[in-house]
Structures are given as C-alpha cells and as structure tokens.
C-alpha cells in the first residue's frame, strides 16, 4: 500500500544554510526517558521507521524535540513476508505493523510508501550484476545512497519536508558556517557511519540522527520507558532481502550454474564450484576443497575470476593488502584539495587503518567544481589510491573504502582493484 502523506499548506521554510538541526538530548530522566531539548526552529520531519527499536526512539525524540513528525515505513519488498525470521530479514508484514503501532504510542501519522520496483532496481539488481562481475557489492551502503537518502528524501522534500530521521548511530555535526560534517556515533559498537558515508552535502543538510549520542543499550530501555513494544525486538543482521542468510543459493537461483575449477597460487585444481560469482575475496567457509593444503593450514578465497569462471585459494597472509584503488569518490561536504593522511575503514565493522590518499583522474577540486550545481561532494568521478600503512586482509573489489580524518567523515569511493603486499 502506498499512501499518499497530505501535501503542506505553505512552503515549510529551511534553517540557514538548510541545515536540519538533530535533536540534542540531556542526561536520562529518572524515568528512563532521554528527555530532548526543544528545538529552536520546529521542522516538518519525515521519520524513516522500519518496525524496529532504533528508528522507533529516533522518530520519538524527534517528536519531542518540537518537530512536526510524520512516520512513514518503506516497503521495500513486493511480496513480504509475514513474520521475519528471530534477527533475519526486515520488510515483512510484522515490521510494518510495528512500526504502525509505534507511530501510535508516539502519536504522530504514519503511512507506508511502496518503493519496492525503486528497490529492486537500485539495490537487489546492482547486487546481482556485481556478483556476476566477481565483485562484493555493499546492498546497505547502496540503499542508504539510492533510497533512503535519494528516493525517499526527494519524495520527502517535494511535500514539504525539511528533513528525513532515521535510526542510524551517527552524529552530524554543524559547524559555525551553517556547513553540516557526518561523525561517528558515540557509541564505536554500533557506529554505523561507514554505510552513510555515500552521503553528500545536500544529503547530509536534510539528515536527522537523533541516536548518534546514545549507545544501544540506553536506546532500548529509553524504548521500554516510552512503552514501545518493540524495546526487546532483535536488530535485523544479515542481507534485508535474503531472509534465509543464504547468499550462495540466492544468487543462483538468479544467475544459474555454472561449474568451474578452484585452483591454488601454483594453478593446481584443488577443487570445484558451481559458479564462481558466489565466492568473494577473504571467504573460509563453503569452499569444499577435495584435499587439504600441504602444511594442513586452512585456505582462503584470494581471486575471483568471472572471465575464465575460476577461483584462486590461498593461505590468508596471501590476502595481505597494502594498496587499493578507489573509483565513483562522494564526499561528504568539500572534497579535499588534495591527498593527505585519513583514516581508511574497509567493512561496516572494520578497524580503521592510517593511510596515505592520493587524489588521481579528476582532481578532487575539480570535482567539487563540477558539483557546484548538483551538490557539492556528488559523485566527483576520477579515482583515488590509498596507500594502507599496515597491511589489511581480505579487501575485495566492490566494497567501500571510507575515508575518517578523526571521527569525521571525509568521503568513501568503490573499491576496484587492490595491490597485495610483497
């Protein structure tokens, strides 16, 4: 079902800057309640809420913070399920009434907006085609870029919105200028900036994360004191779209069979496979080699080749990286003039590793050039290298490198190519 939110009577002016201020919160009352201070210039805030604890507080504070709330949940699958599987899946049935009996208990409208066919094409199709180019695609990475913070926020502002609130733990930060910077969540668990670092500019300045200053455990009992049913719900893991966990059988059922070799560094066929594009660099498990490796280690996934339909197996320290390459760069706010020292995280829940970034292609000034129109820090084309000053392992082509410079975010770019250690 996709209900239609009543378009606002008059134009619902922007802070300056256009910047949407996140709700600040002070020390938990005795009640357990975070309790928000007042915002000084009340938005029209649509709050993304999926059915669960993060976005239920989220949408909450930003209610008592003075905003004019409206929730709104996004089906995202065209045939959900019923009920999600303990913490598998999202989307179903269950989560959108969930999230509806939230909205109640806060008091604010609710409405459930049909992006499913968006969803398809931007996220579960990119997924397919990057597995069948022998990449490892980030789907979360992908929603937050095209559908939360594209689809979603553009639906938002053509009603009226000033701002879309999410659960995400991150924190935005306004600096004097008016200019908004993404910084990681206070609490490092659950600090999920890496997947909002696709974000630009214009993005950021319409973005609300009310939960950036709270750790998961304070965001549930605040749940709990609100009376939110869904304080003890199980945090959704895995692929939203693959419910079952099983990536492997997922990708086939699209892609099909096709058997082939998987050989060791000396070319030697250690085993075989049903179709390379289910292997990603850095996997242990599910190899099903024939015979073990002679000095009995275990071995990993190192290459995935689609052109000759063959997977190369190795000992882990073969999966040393010292250097990658970086394409599509988005900044979050100005591009840097030039290469410098960042912090590079390579996963959702990696440890950050001191690098050295070196601007290539389109300079980045050149880039912000380019964006002056479209919102600085859009995709500035060109590439990056950066250079790990310690070896990270199991970094493979299509995942995000996203660049801190402390807890700020400076950027992220697609990974695609990589250069192992010597």
Not at 241 to 256: K, S
């Amino acid at each position: 079902m996709d209900a239609t939110i009543p378009a606002p009577q008059g134009p619902s002016a922007l802070p300056a800057g256009g910047a949407a201020p996140a709700a600040a919160s002070a020390a938990p009352a005795a009640s357990g309640v975070t309790r928000v201070a007042r915002a000084e210039r009340p938005l029209r805030v649509l709050a993304a809420m999926s059915g669960g604890v993060d976005s239920a507080v989220a949408a909450a504070r930003a209610a008592e913070a003075g905003h004019d709330v409206t929730g709104v949940h996004l089906a995202l699958s065209a045939n959900p399920q019923s009920f999600r599987t303990g913490a598998r899946g999202c989307c179903t049935l269950e989560d959108s009434r969930d999230a509806r009996r939230a909205a109640d208990v806060i008091g604010i409208p609710f409405y459930v907006w049909d992006l499913a066919e968006r969803f398809r094409e931007d996220v579960v199709e990119d997924f397919y085609a990057e597995y069948a180019a022998g990449r490892t695609p980030n789907p979360c990475l992908r929603c937050n870029e095209k559908i939360k913070f594209a689809a979603l926020l553009d639906r938002a502002v053509a009603l009226g919105f000033d701002a879309v609130c999410t659960g995400h733990y991150a924190r935005v930060v306004e600096r004097e200028d008016g200019t908004r910077e993404l910084h990681r969540a206070v609490d490092a668990g659950k600090d999920q900036s890496y997947v909002l670092g696709v974000l630009d500019a214009e993005q950021l300045a319409r973005a609300m994360f009310p939960l950036g200053d709270t750790t998961k455990e304070d965001v549930r009992a605040e749940a709990e004191a609100r009376g939110l049913a869904v304080a003890r719900k199980p945090d959704s893991h895995d692929i939203c779209f693959i419910a079952d966990g099983d990536t492997r059988a997922f990708l086939e059922r699209r892609l099909g069979s096709r058997p082939g070799e998987i050989v060791d560094l000396d070319g030697e066929v250690v085993g075989e496979h049903s179709g390379a594009y289910a292997f990603t660099v850095g996997q242990r498990k599910g190899l099903r080699l024939g015979r073990p490796a002679a000095d009995g280690k275990p071995r990993f996934v190192l290459d995935v080749s689609v052109v000759d339909n063959k997977v190369t197996v190795g000992p882990a320290e073969a999966l040393d990286v010292t250097a990658l390459t970086g394409i599509r760069p988005r900044w979050c706010g100005e591009p840097p003039a030039a290469g410098g020292r960042f912090g590079a995280q390579l996963r959702a829940h990696g440890e950050e590793v001191p690098a050295v970034v070196e601007l290539g292609g389109a300079s980045a000034s050149d880039g912000a050039a380019g964006a002056a129109g479209s919102g600085a820090g859009a995709d500035a084309g060109g590439e990056l290298t950066v250079r790990l000053e310690r070896a990270a392992r199991g970094i493979a082509p299509g995942q995000a490198v996203v660049l801190y410079d402390g807890t700020r975010v400076v950027g992220s770019a697609t990974i695609s190519a990589t250069e192992r250690a010597r």
